[in-house]
């Protein structure tokens, strides 16, 4: 079983993983020679949101001599926890050259990180960071399912994930939770409606995939209806921490089931990847 | 009326909160001794093993002086020079004066409760100046308070003046750090910017909230600093980390031994060091070897901070630690003739790491008659236990050098550290364990009671309490038994305590520093 890649963006990379580190202690990340998927599962956090980064050719984008090889199919499967593994990004981060690898020590698989830091005075600052981490088997992986959802009511492309967020740290101290409502003319709105306080912050002018909606009675719903979900407050401010990294975000919403974001890492052409956050609806 | 009145000016208030604010990182009391030269605020941490002084000399003070309540002894500071000559003034008298309570005006307080005042968030630009008073207590003086005051007088703008009165405790012992023993030759020096080491330190940063030990590598030419494992290995670190630095990095680099390794914790290294950044000024570090205490001294212009950090060796001799002291305390007091235990880890013992670089001085209350108290515990002292430490400015310890106030001209610390720093003592004693002496010591009891406790034979009168609840948790109370006395029985009780109170505020507060105590 042997890892080894450079980072070339180190800036993303650990941004990526500041976001996951937002919502669960543990993610699973499973390289493979031609996709890098980051999973969080869920379940321990109290919101039940889940990440699935998309098995798009993430690693081209933020990897460069990418050498991977093991017994299963060259992929390996392994379990890190967020914030060692945020922590080490984080001190890679202004440095130009940072090696990736899987290696041991004292009989634990550790991702080792090489940091070639420069000082103030212009010197090289050699940095190494030994991050455990659980190697797991794929059949384990595979036990992890994919939530299942109906086909979304409506996309929409969110504004800026940084405005939405300075609007929701507004309404959390109101309330609990939060209705996320939009239409397929372009209409975005979030709304708290407790029974001291109603506020509702309504964007419009939305872009809207061309996404053709099959609707069950075959007939063109009216593009001006609404489609709610309500969310808990905390879920979705974890996801509006994906802000860091986000340039696109598209959002479904299947009425009174779940909302669906997904957050698109650099530019949508440049098919960076795509972190896809399911947070569940609850019930008002 | 005795006590300090001192004088800050608008700009010296920024830089006051900022050295309490890092007082504040390393522990809870504040104690403040102000003498006729300077105000020095100090704090030793809870488990001992750090400590921590500033001081601020007087021309850090628009105004400032101290009148000492027995030889009515008055420096004033008005202008440069005449605070020089009240300086000069106060050192003789101070020289002929055998005690030191007369030199200086002290007392405790809640760090917290000074910050919060000086903290408020509207202070930098509503206050003008901000007057220091203390005013001592005297329990004779019928029309004083017999406890001291310390008041903080805000004068702000619009004429408001905002009067803080704070009770001031009555310090009832003097904690004095232990100073890394060997001659300079053998001494190492660094000094480093605060922005290098911050920046060193930042990867670490997920460090910082569990009060990490990192270990430390001095070598020829370069640094190396390691994350460390809790000697304890109960936490699971997830992450080790490893950084190599060029040792130009550093502004001085003299290592006479090549390499030295020591590991210290993070927690009071990082007040050090966002004290130094605040103020722009190196740290000047200096440290012997591993297991001996590391100081950082930041020196502005008229403010000077100390600061004492207990080091420790290896990760793997914490574990014996218990064993070792219990022994000890079993080998040095001969306590038990039937008592077969050989002191087969002597050797390893003195490669122990010292948990506290602080030892516990009990000082009397100003009740007593001054010269009475002086005498018998001058005499006790010297007659029962030599080797002790003892403050130098402690008058218990006849021979030793009055208190100096600080020279104005100040050349290296090195040349000066002795003079500089009469704080500290070399240990007299080669085992690096740092003592504490039973509470009371001998020094509080009467020269009748002291002789009494020397006749049982028992060799408890140079103990430290912590030996002492060894002892007495190794033997039983039978092995006692026969030589038991009321004296005795309060003693053991106190000791005890005092160990469970250690205990609990460990367990309380660092979990990781538990292995180093017993």
New interface residues.
């Given amino acids: 079983m042997r890892f080894r890649a450079k980072i070339d963006h180190v800036l993303t990379f650990s941004r990526i993983v500041q976001t996951v580190e937002k919502l669960a202690k543990q993610c699973v990340i499973r390289w493979s020679p031609d996709s890098l998927q980051i999973i969080c599962p869920g379940g321990e956090n109290e919101g039940g949101v889940q990440v699935w980064s998309g098995r798009g050719p993430l690693q081209k984008s933020l990897f460069s001599d990418y050498k991977i090889e093991s017994g299963s199919n060259n992929e390996i499967n392994m379990e890190v926890?967020t914030?060692?593994l945020y922590?080490?990004l984080?001190?890679a981060q202004s440095s130009p050259d940072v090696i990736i690898k899987l290696a041991k020590?004292d009989d634990h698989a550790?991702l080792n990180f090489d940091v070639q830091?420069v000082?103030?005075?212009g010197?090289?600052?050699?940095?190494?960071?030994?991050?455990?981490i659980n190697v797991i088997r794929l059949s384990e992986v595979e036990k992890l399912q994919e939530p299942q959802c109906p086909e979304p009511d409506v996309h929409i492309i969110l504004p800026p994930l940084a405005k939405l967020r300075t609007v929701t740290d507004h309404m959390r101290p109101l309330s609990t939770l939060l209705g996320v409502s939009a239409n397929r003319a372009g209409g975005f709105s979030l709304k708290i409606q407790t029974e001291e306080v109603a506020v509702e912050t309504v964007w419009s002018g939305c872009d809207v995939p061309k996404i053709t909606y099959d609707d069950e009675e075959g007939v063109q719903a009216d593009p001006e209806e609404w489609h709610h979900a309500i969310v808990s407050v905390k879920s979705f401010l974890q996801f509006l921490s994906s802000y860091v990294v986000s340039t696109t975000t598209i959002a479904c919403i299947c009425q009174d089931h779940c909302l669906i974001m997904y957050v698109y890492i650099g530019e949508v052409e440049d098919h960076g990847g795509v972190l896809t956050f399911y947070i569940p609806a609850r019930n008002p | 009326m005795y006590g300090l009145e001192a004088t800050m000016p608008q700009y010296g208030m920024k830089s006051f909160t900022k050295a309490l604010a890092c007082l504040a990182r390393y522990g809870d009391e504040l104690s403040i001794v102000a003498s006729p030269a300077d105000l020095s605020l100090s704090v030793t941490n809870s488990s001992k093993s750090a400590y921590a002084r500033i001081k601020f000399y007087s021309g850090f003070f628009d105004k400032y002086s101290v009148t000492l309540q027995d030889s009515h002894l008055v420096a004033t500071k008005t202008d440069p020079a005449a605070a020089e000559a009240g300086g000069g003034a106060a050192t003789a008298t101070a020289a002929a004066t055998a005690d030191e309570s007369a030199v200086a005006v002290r007392g405790e307080i809640l760090v917290k409760s000074v910050l919060s005042i000086l903290r408020h968030r509207n202070i930098q630009e509503t206050v003008n100046k901000c007057d220091l008073l203390i005013l001592e207590g005297s329990p004779d003086a019928e029309e004083d308070s017999p406890e001291s005051v310390f008041i903080l007088r805000l004068h702000c703008k619009h004429g408001v003046v905002k009067t803080h009165k704070l009770s001031l405790n009555e310090p009832d012992s003097v904690l004095a750090p232990r100073l890394p023993s060997s001659s300079p030759a053998s001494q190492s020096k660094v000094v480093v910017g605060p922005?290098?080491v911050k920046?060193?330190l930042?990867?670490f940063?997920?460090l910082g909230k569990m009060d990490a030990q990192l270990n430390w590598e001095f070598g020829n030419v370069s640094v190396k600093v390691k994350s460390r494992e809790s000697g304890t290995g109960v936490k699971?670190?997830?992450?080790?980390?490893?950084?190599?630095?060029?040792a130009?990095?550093f502004d001085v680099y003299s290592i006479p031994a090549p390499p030295i390794s020591i590991a210290f914790h993070l927690r009071e290294f990082n007040a050090t060091i966002a004290l130094a950044e605040s103020l722009s000024l190196p740290l000047n570090i200096l440290f012997t070897r591993s297991g001996e205490p590391l100081s950082v001294e930041i020196q502005a212009d008229e403010e000077d901070a100390l600061f004492i950090i207990a080091t420790s060796q290896s990760p793997f001799t914490t574990s014996s630690d218990d064993g070792g002291k219990r022994k000890r305390a079993n080998n040095k007091n001969n306590l038990d003739a039937n008592n077969t235990d050989t002191d087969s880890n002597s050797d390893a013992r003195r490669n122990k790491k010292p948990a506290r670089v602080v030892h516990v001085q009990r000082l009397e209350t100003h009740n007593m008659t001054t010269t009475t108290k002086a005498k018998t515990r001058g005499s006790v002292q010297a007659e029962t236990s030599p080797l002790v430490l003892i403050r130098p400015e402690d008058p218990s310890s006849p021979d030793h050098r009055p208190l100096v106030p600080r020279p104005t001209s100040f050349s290296g610390p090195n040349a000066q550290y002795q003079q500089e720093q009469p704080l500290f003592l070399e240990p007299s004693q080669p085992a690096p364990m740092p003592r504490s002496t039973l509470p009371p010591p001998l020094s509080q009891l009467s020269a009748a009671d002291a002789a009494v406790i020397r006749d049982t034979g028992l060799g408890i009168e140079d103990m430290d309490c912590d030996e002492f609840a060894a002892l007495m948790e190794d033997e039983g109370e039978e092995v006692i038994a026969p030589h038991r006395s009321t004296l005795l029985r309060t003693l053991m009780r106190r000791a005890i305590l005092r160990k469970r109170e250690i205990w609990t505020s460990l367990k309380h507060n660092c979990p990781q520093t538990l292995s180093h105590m017993v």
Avoid: C, Y
């Avoid at chain 1, 050699?126 to 991050?131: A, E, G, L």
């Fill in positions: 926890a914030e060692p922590q080490a984080r001190s020590k550790v830091a000082s103030q005075q010197k090289t600052i050699q940095v190494t960071h030994d991050v455990r | 922005r290098t920046d060193l930042e990867h940063s997920g699971d670190s997830r992450i080790d980390t490893e950084i190599s630095v060029d130009d990095e």
